[in-house]
């Protein structure tokens, strides 16, 4: 059994900054990608930075220069430093991991329970 399990999220004005943190647990061989995902009110879930084992990130043109992915491969966590917050970045945002277990050799996907971001004054 794997789990994924978020941390960071609150209340910020516009223009601050958050750090989300994801760590992965479990009977993990080997996590490929690692992603965050958004969800408002309203909105259907997406997709805001992706970053392989490797260390190549992606990201849409809205946080384009202003969110930054990382991930430490020791201790199975991803990272996501949100800057020059916007009240349109106000959402749920929630952890996917693509994960190879002992049980499954076959990559499964991974979410964790979303962490609700607020950017407002």
């Known amino acids: 059994q794997v789990q994924l399990v978020e941390s960071g999220g609150g209340l910020v004005e516009p223009g601050g900054s958050l750090r989300l943190s994801c760590a992965a647990s479990?009977?993990?061989?080997?996590?490929?990608?690692m992603d965050w995902y958004r969800q408002a009110p309203g909105k259907q879930r997406e997709l805001v930075a992706s970053?392989?084992?490797?260390?190549?990130?992606d990201y849409p043109d809205s946080v384009k220069g202003r969110f930054g992915i990382s991930r430490d491969n020791a201790k199975n966590t991803v990272y996501l430093q949100m800057n020059s917050l916007e009240p349109e970045d106000t959402a749920d945002y929630y952890c996917?991991?693509?994960?190879?277990?002992?049980?499954?050799?076959?990559?499964?996907?991974?979410w964790g329970q979303g962490t609700r971001v607020t950017v407002s004054s």
């Open positions: 996917h991991a693509r994960i190879q277990t002992r049980a499954n050799l076959r990559p499964n996907d991974y």
């Open positions: 479990g009977s993990i061989v080997y996590i490929y990608v």
């Open positions: 970053i392989t084992s490797g260390g190549t990130t």
